[in-house]
């Protein structure tokens, strides 16, 4: 985790300008693409990093760019996973993400799928205790650097495989909420050393907390992934575009979750601003003023994003030690500046957390969110 710290902290900065036109009216146009969707199972093995890539350009400059980069490319459309099994593509496929980043609008976010359980463990199953006691659970981001311990050091903690088995049952009941999923939540903790980290596992373990239980068994809460990297990537777009923007997406069933938030986002008029970290902050009403499903074959842009957030994908993957990736990781992860990639990722520097999260303005965030964009 620290080596992609370090080599996203590293990247070079570029920024640049890019618009599309919809209807005659000239408007900004990103175009999205997802990775590593695997609905609420956030522990799925095969799969254990997840992100998007959104990509200001028109379809005209993408198919420019993958004509130069790809001149011979046979194929109906661009896929990172296709072409990055041939070797003699992969010095084309740095170069490729090389001119994006250095040309066009670009913001890519990953995310460790089991952090980030973690930190809806935290949220649910945890900081309603804290809450019901006058406590600020997430003052200064004390909830990232208590995933991270939970994430580090709770498979040794909490005993062998204790910390699966609270995870496992965590997600199920958060997916299911019956009586006997909420009751196996609270076995699994009770069954684990809690006592190394009580802070984390006390409300279930000793007290079976109801407002915890309740909190899991609500409606509309649930562990996909979808809303939290959605998010992520409409604060960067939301800085990046000049004035209203609109969003292109892939028609695949994955991104159909994506395309209904989206929607929400846009319809959604209230006049607020958060703030959620020292770089990042996400105001309404947005900038968004639409968002369409398009086939990605007929979309060179779809296609770009699709190659940025698989070799991204890939480089989390290979830097992590969960499988070797076809390109150069650290090599990936340099071409982008710190603004263009956003990561979710245990730390176990808990003063940079706690810089970085001082301030935030978390609580409120996921209060007003649950309230306004959940699904009933």
């Not at 620290?2 to 990247?11: D, G, N, P, Q, Y």
Request: proline share 4%; glycine share 6%.
């Amino acid at each position: 985790m620290r080596e992609i710290e370090r080599v996203i902290s590293s990247a070079r900065y570029y920024s640049m300008e890019d618009s599309c036109a919809k209807g005659g009216v000239r408007m900004e146009c990103f175009s999205v693409d997802e990775s590593g969707y695997t609905g609420f199972d956030l522990l799925n093995p095969e799969q254990p990093f997840q992100g998007a890539t959104a990509i200001g350009i028109d379809d005209a400059e993408a198919r420019r760019l993958i004509r130069e980069h790809f001149p011979t490319l046979q194929a109906s459309e661009l896929k990172y996973r296709a072409l990055a099994r041939r070797p003699a593509n992969h010095s084309r496929l740095m170069a490729l993400q090389r001119d994006v980043l250095t040309h066009h609008k670009c913001v890519t976010y990953v995310c460790d799928k089991r952090y980030l359980l973690l930190l809806m463990y935290l949220d649910y199953a945890v900081e309603p205790f804290y809450y019901e006691r006058g406590i600020d659970f997430y003052e200064d981001g004390q909830n990232y650097s208590l995933a991270s311990v939970l994430y580090t050091a709770g498979p040794t903690l909490l005993g062998n495989g204790a910390l699966d088995r609270l995870l496992a049952s965590f997600q199920y009941a958060v997916k299911v909420k019956s009586p006997e999923a909420l009751a196996a939540l609270v076995d699994a903790a009770r069954a684990s050393r809690w006592q190394e980290l009580p802070e984390a596992l006390r409300p279930l373990a000793q007290f079976s907390a109801p407002e915890c239980l309740n909190a899991i068994a609500a409606p509309g809460v649930s562990t996909d992934a979808a809303f939290v990297v959605l998010q992520s990537v409409v604060n960067r777009m939301e800085a990046m575009a000049d004035g209203p923007y609109r969003v292109e997406h892939d028609q695949s069933k994955n991104l159909l979750t994506y395309h209904d938030l989206l929607q929400r986002y846009i319809r959604h008029e209230d006049v607020i601003t958060f703030r959620q970290s020292k770089i990042a902050s996400i105001s309404f009403p947005l900038k968004l003023q639409s968002v369409t499903q398009v086939d990605s074959k007929a979309s060179p842009a779809v296609q770009l994003a699709d190659v940025m957030i698989g070799a991204a994908i890939e480089a989390a993957n290979t830097l992590t030690g969960k499988r070797a990736g076809s390109l150069d990781a650290k090599q990936v992860l340099g071409l982008y500046a710190d603004h263009q990639l956003i990561h979710m990722l245990p730390s176990i520097d808990f003063e940079d957390q706690k810089r970085f999260r001082q301030g935030t303005q978390a609580g409120q965030v996921i209060d007003y969110f649950a309230k306004n964009f959940h699904q009933p």
